[in-house]
């Protein structure tokens, strides 16, 4: 069987390199030749654990390759997967233009009969006007067929979450489909749910966009632990005992991003109004979101009344440790605002920089370590919560900070460890603890 994936970002090449680490012949098809010359020397053009030794081990044993050439690539395909992105439209929409390029070039070329396998994350109905489109185009005399395989990939753990999926989800709409799918996905030896076409996009849909609800859920928790003066931490703990709730994905914060979440929550929820239904729960999901960023930059405002001329740390970029992507950090439109204040901001993160330069090149100061960032700094934005940075001694932050104010997004010290220390500590649902200014004034007093 002649596999082929079409696309080489996160789904599309972690898509090929597992396929083929379970001994398929694969080969991924990208425009950038470039890339496509990186790739097949293992280095993988995302930053992935595990990704690049997959990419060698398999390229050297003849099982993966790499091309531009869609065209021989489309030509004899049993098996095609489409894993391009589908971002999101101003108007929240998915955007499919590179599906259905994809689905032009195969139709234009393919000469076997095939399968096509939607693994983008696609609105309800798009595996089946994918498969109308093909066989309005297609070229020469050929069976072509569609099914819908979500990916369920986390970044970071792409790799292991693809080998160890939890499920594989195949939406078909004949038993031939089906059995062709199983039969990829041998190997992988993990329970199969089988559905039709629709409900397998829908199973995508619903399982980000839930996770995206427990995540605001959380957070709406979390803001009114503050103001009833409950800790959330110990309110998350108490709730995970329960089987029904887990004890995963309730970690407040200063929201979710990401290149999913943000952008499937506002897909489906433009997709059930263009049917004439509003999800609220959904709508909920993007609202408390969207206004959760911001959270500790409105607080530090109103601490300091003006942010001007002040020199602000900020630890961590990416939208969550293990990866580079910036895409809807909380960090960006958060760095944004501080430049906006007048703010002096000093940057650490310990993959994010590169990226982050391409939004920020001089406006902000890059350092190699958080102590460096902190050096001096009236005040800290932690965005994500890196090892490297809840791993830091609590005493480096009044040891080299102008005034150890920290602004924690991610929860990552434990309030009585940081009570120990004299820092004034503003995290997320949980009460904020000693304020420099207090502390200064009392001891102006006593030694009155
Ligand atoms: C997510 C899904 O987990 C994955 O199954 C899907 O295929 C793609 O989208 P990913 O975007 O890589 O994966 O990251 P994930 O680990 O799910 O985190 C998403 C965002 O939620 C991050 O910004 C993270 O910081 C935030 N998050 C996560 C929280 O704020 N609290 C939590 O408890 C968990």
Not at 70 to 85: C, E, N, Q, R, W
Not at 236 to 254: C, H, Q, V
Request: hydrophobic content about 40%; some cysteine; overall charge negative.
């Amino acid at each position: 069987m002649k596999i082929v994936v079409a696309g080489t970002g996160y789904v599309g090449l972690v898509t090929g390199a597992c396929l083929s680490e379970m001994g398929h012949n694969v080969t991924c098809v990208d425009i950038d030749e470039r890339k496509v010359q990186t790739m097949k020397k293992g280095i993988s053009p995302i930053y992935e654990p595990g990704l690049d030794e997959l990419l060698k081990r398999n390229y050297k044993e003849n099982r993966l390759d790499f091309t531009t050439d869609y065209v021989s690539a489309y030509k004899d395909a049993d098996l095609v997967f489409i894993g391009v992105g589908t971002p999101e439209r101003e108007d929240g929409s998915a955007n499919l233009d590179y599906v259905f390029g994809v689905c032009k070039q195969i139709a234009d070329n393919v000469e076997n009969d095939c399968l096509v396998v939607v693994k983008s994350t696609v609105p309800i109905g798009t595996n089946d006007k994918v498969e109308e489109f093909l066989k309005e185009n297609v070229n020469n005399d050929v069976h072509i067929e569609v099914a819908s395989n979500p990916e369920f990939l986390a970044q970071g753990t792409a790799v292991k979450d693809t080998l160890f999926a939890k499920r594989i989800v195949i939406g078909v709409e004949s038993k031939k489909a089906e059995n062709t799918l199983r039969e990829v996905y041998e190997r992988f030896n993990q329970p199969i749910v089988v559905t039709n076409r629709r409900s397998a996009e829908m199973i995508k849909y619903a399982s980000n966009d839930f996770l995206a609800l427990k995540i605001s859920f959380m957070n709406e928790i979390a803001n009114f632990c503050e103001i009833v003066g409950a800790d959330i931490q110990d309110v998350a703990k108490g709730m995970s005992y329960d089987p029904r709730i887990g004890n995963k994905f309730l970690n407040a914060g200063i929201g979710y991003g990401g290149s999913c979440f943000p952008k499937d929550t506002k897909a489906l929820h433009w997709l059930a109004n263009d049917n004439g239904y509003e999800l609220k729960t959904i709508k909920a999901t993007i609202e408390v979101n969207q206004n959760q960023k911001y959270k500790l930059f409105r607080a530090a405002k109103q601490r300091f009344g003006s942010l001007k001329g002040l020199k602000v740390a900020v630890l961590g970029l990416t939208f969550k440790p293990g990866t580079d992507d910036l895409r809807e950090a909380p960090s960006i439109p958060n760095v944004r605002r501080l430049l906006d204040e007048g703010a002096e901001v000093v940057a650490y993160d310990p993959v994010g920089e590169e990226n982050f330069k391409k939004i920020y090149p001089t406006e902000i100061e890059y350092v190699k370590s958080p102590e460096e960032a902190l050096k001096e700094a009236d005040l800290v934005f932690i965005f994500t919560e890196w090892d490297e940075i809840k791993s830091l001694d609590l005493n480096i932050y009044s040891e080299v900070m102008n005034t150890p104010i920290i602004y924690d997004g991610r929860n990552c010290y434990a309030i009585n460890d940081v009570k120990e220390k004299r820092i004034e500590y503003h995290s997320i649902g949980r009460k904020a603890i000693f304020n420099i200014e207090e502390a200064r004034s009392e001891v102006a007093a006593t030694r009155m």
